[in-house]
């Protein structure tokens, strides 16, 4: 089993930039392909970028695509999104999720992981 702390979030003006972490316990975080989703009031949560366990592959949804990075560090049990350029549309509480199937790539579905963390919020002002 693995616990997710995310960190990071704030409020940022438009263009700007923030840079979440989440950091996991245990020994295994290398087992675990990682994702970010985002859940913005009023609606659905939704898949934000994800990462295989190497981290060599990375999957975007289309509106990040350009603005957003996503990243680990194995040695740190550490998975970060860097946002640049963000918009009043980024504004959610943004939520890391692990997923211990091992053939696991980071991917864009809800269901395929098996923890999450509390989330952080993120709001970009206009």
């Known amino acids: 089993q693995v616990q997710l702390a995310e960190s990071g979030g704030g409020l940022v003006q438009t263009g700007g930039s923030l840079r979440l972490s989440c950091a996991a316990s245990?020994?295994?975080?290398?087992?675990?392909?990682m994702g970010w989703f985002r859940q913005a009031p009023g609606k659905d949560a939704e898949f934000v970028a994800g990462i295989s366990r190497s981290g060599r592959s990375q999957t975007y949804t289309d509106s990040v695509k350009g603005r957003f990075t996503i990243s680990r560090d194995n040695a740190k049990n550490t998975v970060y999104l860097q946002m640049n350029s963000l918009k009043p549309e980024d504004t959610a509480v943004y939520y890391c999720?692990?997923?211990?199937?091992?053939?696991?790539?980071?991917?864009?579905?809800?269901?395929?992981?098996?923890?999450w963390g509390q989330g952080t919020q993120v709001t970009v002002s206009s």
């Open positions: 999720a692990a997923d211990r199937d091992l053939l696991g790539v980071g991917s864009d579905r809800r269901d395929a992981y098996d923890y």
């Open positions: 245990g020994r295994t975080f290398s087992s675990y392909a």
